[in-house]
């Protein structure tokens, strides 16, 4: 789906959801930022006392793997709820920092260096 | 530009940036996981020992938003680094579970409780 | 306890614990961090979409300050974990971070500024 | 200083850095909480993008060492902070969580198991 959904697509359909549950009025800066600090830890959580190569072995399983997508959209969701309360267009923001750090990090001095 | 950029369009051009770095060798789940976490830590950090009130007033301050909205493009970025890390279709992720949640929240029951 | 208990006391103890499992090879100071990561989220989901007087209220009833005082330990036991893990003392390096923090925060010029 | 230096000892330290600021005013559980996993997450920062071998090496560097030490402290003072906020006896929490996880995790059945 990701070939045809944009970002303002994803939004809108959160929104809508919260909307019919009223819910923005808990959807706060702060407690929206902590909610995707949690969520983000549940992702964590799934990798935790594991080897890169245990992780990769793990994530073979599907069940295991669905899990973790499930924590990925967790933080994707709050992130857009976050948008939507902020009002910003979280594209732009993206294309911004990657030219950001485009000049940050060029790249002929920075391949293959973490 | 939410309007008419799609997930795979933010994807790719994520892809591209660390392509050209050589970079994709670090991105390990267990790694880009850690490094949600730390980007939503930052962002949280704009609002640590600030009452709601005085985080809404912050985000007047064009300058103070633009750094919020900075830490929040770092989430996503990351996000969609471990989306192509583990070829996973994001807009089906926050699509399915928002259809869980509609079934584990039915608007009726949950509007206005947190 | 915390009257009679020194920090050697408990090191001792968790030290122990984890010997008696052969568990200290797991604790690389990667993971240890992360485990005091999601254990700090875990704590802050008990005050998560909760106001600062919600948040109170629920502290009253002693189920849940159980539960908050439980996620507590867990961020201390991986804290001391890492002291063992790195063999550092961690009595010194809180007295000195005090220390450095007096200098930055000097008493008269921060009094009820946070 | 961890032998002779009492839970007590510390926390009094801290109660008195914090009351000579009149801070305590801030230390709601929830920023307190949000205040440890801030910490928390800027002490994994050190070993993001980082094998465990390189994590290792690095820890043998003296100054970096002293960094993820500073770290590590700031986790123990919220952590502390919080305990005075509550008013709980850490060592009575973390002796407690250790009992119950004697028997959630049984010896011989997790020798070696993470």
Sequence with gaps: ??????LADL?????EFNAARDWEQFHTPKDV?????????ELMEHFLWRTDEQAR????????LAK??????????YTL????????DVSAAVMAKLERNE????????RGRA
Tied chains: 1, 2, 3, 4.
């Design 1 to 6: 789906m990701d070939d045809h959904t944009t």
């Design 57 to 64: 072995a793990a994530l073979q399983d599907e069940e295991k």
């Design 103 to 110: 000049e940050r990090f060029p790249a002929e001095e920075w």
């Design 68 to 77: 973790v997508v499930d924590e990925m959209a967790d933080v994707l969701l």
């Design 33 to 41: 930022s902590a909610a995707i600090a949690i969520e983000a830890a």
């Design 11 to 15: 939004r809108q359909r959160v929104a």
């Design 81 to 88: 709820v976050l948008a939507n309360a902020l009002d910003v």
